[in-house]
């Protein structure tokens, strides 16, 4: 944890991007219809409404209608449905 | 909906029911194993796609997950394939039927010839089979230029060609040589003929002896500028006679129609054959090939196997349509048959006096007989009565014997 937070205090130091620090989920959104994962680490839960996703620092909870996991790799899910939030967690 | 992608290279559908089906995504993850279309029916099962070759690997997954993995269908083009498999003709004829249209793109089907109007397309088409070129003949024997070169030494009419390959279809373009013009020879020995008879209006002779004065009558055949030109102080010239002569001519046409004529009344009945052609070869799927019904009209339509403009077989379907009909009488009335005589008459009669002749006065009488009309057209016309004709041999020994007289 320690290592974590020197980790992005260095990166904050040196004035770099937060996608650019390894590993730090992220979440992109297109057209309120899909919604790419990044770096997750690992699927928590599944429905029709709710999709959770463990992350690097905690969890990622994407709620919408008709979800469904379009693709999923290791490092990457792409959820596809009507959007309402994604929330830290 | 599946991607062309998937569908080329085959995937599995899976349904996986347990406490948490997320684990057995997860456990896929793990594995290194690609999976899309995630849906969940419920909270404890859910649907999902991979690879063929993973299907295995996931089903292994069971106790690990804790889920009880069914696989429920492969689909995709191996499956596809392997279903083939069994089924020999399925396969086999396509790849037959590619194999046959491979060959015969090799041999040409179909000649196209363009441009020709006085050179008919039988002249040309056997100028062709001389030099290699006919139907079902290999095309990559062929040599454009030695084809061109063949077919403008065997048609001297055609001054230029052009032969094209597309596969099984040959395209000769042709330009045809025009016809030279008649030329004036000074030479040949000729005179000027009346080639109507009239009374003389006027003659211009610019080369040769003329033989009327104005106001004379000139039959036909007369020699109205003779090619002779007698000398009072030096030899007698032969020449070719060159000049017109206008002259007042009269000409009474007659042209008869009859009164009555057949039109053809569809009876609606109609008949279907279908004929292959293969090559040469036509089959019939009729009886009586060759025999024509009486009183039908006979639409035939092929239609040919093959790309249009790309290539074409030598394989063509003949739809011919025989559609019966009867004939009745109808008689024209007479005003229609005079305005059809009328316009036939002064058709010939422009034919007659050339383009340059003139109608001074022209009467038509018009009368119906036995079922006949009959229409005369009397007219005056002024027009070049001129023509040329070859002079006769007695004229050139006779002037040719003057001459050899006054030169001793």
Same mark, same amino acid.
């Given at each position: 944890?320690?290592?974590?937070?020197?980790?992005?205090?260095?990166?904050?130091?040196?004035?770099?991007?937060?996608?650019?620090?390894?590993?730090?989920?992220?979440?992109?959104?297109?057209?309120?219809?899909?919604?790419?994962?990044?770096?997750?680490?690992?699927?928590?839960?599944?429905?029709?409404?709710?999709?959770?996703?463990?992350?690097? #620092?905690?969890?990622?909870?994407?709620?919408?209608?008709?979800?469904?996991?379009?693709?999923?790799?290791?490092?990457?899910?792409?959820?596809?449905?009507?959007?309402?939030?994604?929330?830290?967690? | 909906?599946?991607?062309?992608?998937?569908?080329?290279?085959?995937?599995?559908?899976?349904?996986?029911?347990?406490? =948490?089906?997320?684990?057995?995504?997860?456990?896929?993850? $793990?594995?290194?194993?690609?999976?899309?279309?995630?849906?969940?029916?419920?909270?404890?099962?859910?649907?999902?796609?991979?690879?063929?070759?993973?299907?295995?690997?996931?089903?292994?997954?069971?106790?690990?997950?804790?889920?009880?993995?069914?696989?429920?269908?492969?689909?995709?083009?191996?499956?596809?394939?392997?279903?083939?498999?069994?089924?020999?003709?399925?396969?086999?004829?396509?790849?037959?039927?590619?194999?046959?249209?491979?060959?015969?793109?090799?041999?040409?089907?179909?000649?196209?010839?363009?441009?020709?109007?006085?050179?008919?397309?039988? =002249?040309?088409?056997?100028?062709? $089979?001389?030099?290699?070129?006919?139907?079902?003949?290999?095309?990559?024997?062929?040599?454009?230029?030695?084809?061109? #070169?063949?077919?403008?030494?065997?048609?001297?009419?055609?001054?230029?060609?052009?032969?094209?390959?597309?596969?099984?279809?040959?395209?000769?373009?042709?330009?045809?040589?025009?016809?030279?013009?008649?030329?004036?020879?000074?030479?040949?020995?000729?005179?000027?003929?009346?080639?109507?008879?009239?009374?003389? $209006?006027?003659?211009?002779?610019?080369?040769?002896?003329?033989?009327?004065?104005?106001?004379?009558?000139?039959?036909?055949?007369?020699?109205?500028?003779?090619?002779?030109?007698?000398?009072?102080?030096?030899?007698?010239?032969?020449?070719?006679?060159?000049?017109?002569?206008?002259?007042?001519?009269?000409?009474?046409?007659?042209?008869?129609?009859?009164?009555?004529?057949?039109?053809?009344?569809?009876?609606?009945?109609?008949?279907?054959?279908?004929?292959?052609?293969?090559?040469?070869?036509?089959?019939?799927?009729?009886?009586?090939?060759?025999?024509?019904?009486?009183?039908?009209?006979?639409?035939?339509?092929?239609?040919?196997?093959?790309?249009?403009?790309?290539?074409?077989?030598?394989?063509?379907?003949?739809?011919?349509?025989?559609?019966?009909?009867?004939?009745?009488?109808?008689?024209?009335?007479?005003? $229609?048959?005079?305005?059809?005589?009328?316009?036939?008459? #002064?058709?010939?009669?422009?034919?007659?006096?050339?383009?340059?002749?003139?109608?001074?006065?022209?009467?038509?009488?018009?009368?119906?007989?036995?079922?006949?009309?009959?229409?005369?057209?009397?007219?005056?016309?002024?027009?070049?009565?001129?023509?040329?004709?070859?002079?006769?041999?007695?004229?050139?020994?006779?002037?040719?014997?003057?001459?050899?007289?006054?030169?001793?």
């Amino acid at each position: 944890m320690k290592n974590k937070n020197h980790r992005r205090s260095i990166g904050e130091m040196l004035g770099a991007p937060a996608d650019a620090i390894k590993g730090v989920p992220r979440v992109s959104i297109s057209g309120f219809t899909q919604v790419l994962l990044e770096n997750h680490a690992g699927l928590v839960g599944y429905c029709r409404d709710s999709v959770e996703v463990r992350a690097r #620092n905690g969890f990622l909870r994407v709620r919408g209608q008709d979800l469904e996991l379009a693709a999923m790799t290791k490092t990457e899910i792409i959820i596809r449905g009507i959007i309402v939030s994604v929330e830290q967690g | 909906m599946a991607r062309i992608s998937d569908c080329l290279r085959g995937y599995a559908e899976l349904k996986a029911v347990g406490a =948490e089906p997320a684990r057995l995504l997860n456990a896929c993850l $793990e594995l290194g194993v690609d999976f899309w279309n995630v849906y969940p029916e419920d909270a404890y099962t859910i649907y999902f796609n991979c690879r063929l070759k993973a299907a295995k690997a996931v089903q292994a997954l069971e106790n690990q997950s804790g889920c009880e993995i069914e696989l429920l269908e492969k689909r995709g083009a191996p499956i596809f394939a392997r279903r083939l498999r069994r089924r020999f003709v399925l396969w086999f004829l396509p790849l037959v039927l590619l194999i046959v249209l491979l060959v015969s793109s090799l041999f040409v089907w179909r000649i196209d010839i363009e441009g020709n109007e006085k050179v008919s397309d039988i =002249e040309i088409m056997n100028a062709l $089979e001389d030099s290699g070129v006919y139907l079902g003949s290999f095309s990559l024997n062929y040599s454009s230029d030695l084809i061109r #070169n063949q077919l403008l030494l065997k048609l001297p009419k055609l001054k230029w060609a052009c032969v094209s390959v597309f596969g099984s279809r040959v395209q000769i373009k042709v330009r045809e040589r025009e016809e030279i013009p008649k030329l004036y020879i000074a030479s040949e020995e000729k005179n000027i003929i009346a080639k109507q008879a009239g009374i003389i $209006e006027s003659i211009r002779a610019l080369q040769g002896n003329p033989l009327f004065i104005k106001g004379q009558t000139a039959v036909r055949g007369d020699t109205l500028i003779s090619g002779i030109l007698p000398s009072v102080s030096g030899p007698t010239r032969i020449v070719h006679a060159l000049g017109s002569v206008r002259a007042r001519t009269w000409y009474e046409i007659c042209a008869v129609m009859p009164m009555e004529y057949e039109e053809k009344v569809y009876t609606g009945a109609e008949k279907n054959r279908f004929a292959l052609e293969l090559g040469d070869n036509r089959i019939n799927f009729y009886h009586n090939s060759g025999i024509l019904e009486v009183n039908c009209d006979n639409i035939i339509s092929e239609y040919s196997l093959g790309i249009e403009g790309l290539f074409q077989l030598p394989v063509s379907l003949v739809h011919i349509v025989s559609k019966s009909f009867e004939t009745r009488r109808l008689s024209f009335t007479e005003t $229609e048959a005079r305005a059809a005589l009328e316009s036939a008459l #002064n058709l010939r009669l422009a034919q007659s006096i050339g383009e340059d002749g003139e109608i001074t006065s022209s009467e038509i009488t018009f009368c119906v007989s036995k079922g006949r009309a009959i229409a005369t057209l009397r007219a005056e016309c002024k027009q070049n009565i001129a023509a040329e004709a070859p002079m006769s041999p007695e004229e050139i020994n006779q002037a040719t014997t003057k001459k050899e007289q006054i030169n001793q």
